[in-house]
């Protein structure tokens, strides 16, 4: 699934989120969106959902244009992870997996059989599948919220700060889970994050907003190596230990076995 952006601008009231953007995804790429809080990370993934709507320009998706009639069947080809997973808590592991397959008509059968995939996939205990979000670490949680978010094997998955809230333990061991499993799917992937390091594990191609523009689009090392502005430079800087390590593979970079 591809996704562009053509001279798009958001605004909430007064404050311009995004200027005159003009930005692609290519199918199967994995991609990661940095920037200050309030830098418009979470409005990009919410404008390909149809839960934002630009002021001008137009967001794309496959080559067609999103038009609110088409947002929920948008929404069905895109795996969404929002912030802390946001499961539900009165229902178990299996049925948080199962809200989207039940509404398209799945058999039991199929949803159970799906979920044993996916849950070997993300190394999640079996058993689990049967206790309540409540009942899980939040590394346990993290795990489903992906794993929910692929039921239906979407063709892209966009995830908004995933790892926020977990302890630097928990973190890593997913960073490295989530990375092996991007590069495993071949999925269009999304994924907002704060943190450089982080992102250099799990994204080929990392993207800076700043005063609502891209100032850095390409890989890691050139983040590094050849920062596009002073304020790319002083954001680098800020983490420049944190990336040097994910680079040098100490943290699982991005061309590191996982």
Same mark, same amino acid.
């Given at each position: 699934m591809e996704f562009r952006f053509e001279?798009?601008?958001?605004?909430?009231?007064?404050?311009?989120?995004?200027?005159?953007? +003009?930005?692609?995804?290519?199918?199967?790429?994995?991609?990661?969106?940095?920037?200050?809080? @309030?830098?418009?990370?979470? +409005?990009?993934?919410?404008?390909?959902? @149809?839960?934002?709507?630009p002021e001008r320009g137009q967001v794309l998706i496959d080559g067609i244009p999103l038009q609110p009639a088409a947002r929920l069947a948008v929404r069905r080809q895109i795996g969404y992870v929002i912030q802390e997973g946001g499961l539900f808590p009165h229902l178990t592991t299996l049925g948080n997996l199962a809200l989207l397959p039940r509404h398209l008509g799945w058999s039991r059968e199929r949803i159970r059989t799906r979920a044993a995939e996916l849950a070997q996939l993300m190394e999640l205990p079996s058993e689990l599948l049967s206790r309540f979000? !409540?009942?899980?670490?939040?590394?346990? =949680?993290?795990r489903v919220a992906v794993m929910r978010?692929?039921?239906?094997?979407?063709?892209?998955?966009l995830l908004d700060e995933p790892l926020g809230?977990?302890?630097?333990?928990?973190?890593?061991?997913?960073?490295?889970?989530?990375?092996?499993l991007f590069r495993t799917l071949s999925k269009t992937v999304l994924i907002? +994050?704060?943190?450089?390091?982080?992102?250099?594990?799990?994204?080929?191609?990392?993207?800076?907003?700043?005063?609502?523009?891209?100032?850095?689009?390409?890989?890691?090392?050139?983040?590094?190596?050849?920062?596009?502005?002073?304020?790319v430079?002083?954001?680098?800087?800020?983490? =420049?230990? !944190?990336?040097?390590?994910?680079?040098?593979?100490?943290?699982?970079?991005?061309?590191?076995?996982?």
């Open positions: 001279a798009v601008d958001k605004c909430h009231g007064s404050h311009v989120i995004l200027q005159s953007l +003009t930005l692609q995804f290519a199918a199967g790429s994995v991609n990661a969106i940095l920037g200050e809080s @309030g830098a418009g990370k979470s +409005t990009l993934l919410r404008l390909l959902l @149809g839960l934002d709507w979000p !409540g009942e899980l670490s939040g590394g346990q =949680r993290q978010a692929l039921m239906s094997d979407p063709p892209a998955l809230a977990l302890d630097p333990l928990v973190r890593d061991e997913l960073q490295q889970r989530l990375a092996a907002v +994050t704060h943190d450089l390091p982080e992102a250099a594990v799990l994204a080929d191609r990392l993207l800076l907003l700043h005063e609502g523009r891209i100032v850095q689009d390409g890989p890691a090392r050139q983040w590094l190596e050849q920062p596009a502005s002073p304020f430079r002083r954001f680098v800087a800020a983490q =420049r230990g !944190g990336l040097a390590d994910a680079l040098s593979g100490q943290g699982g970079g991005p061309d590191a076995a996982v």
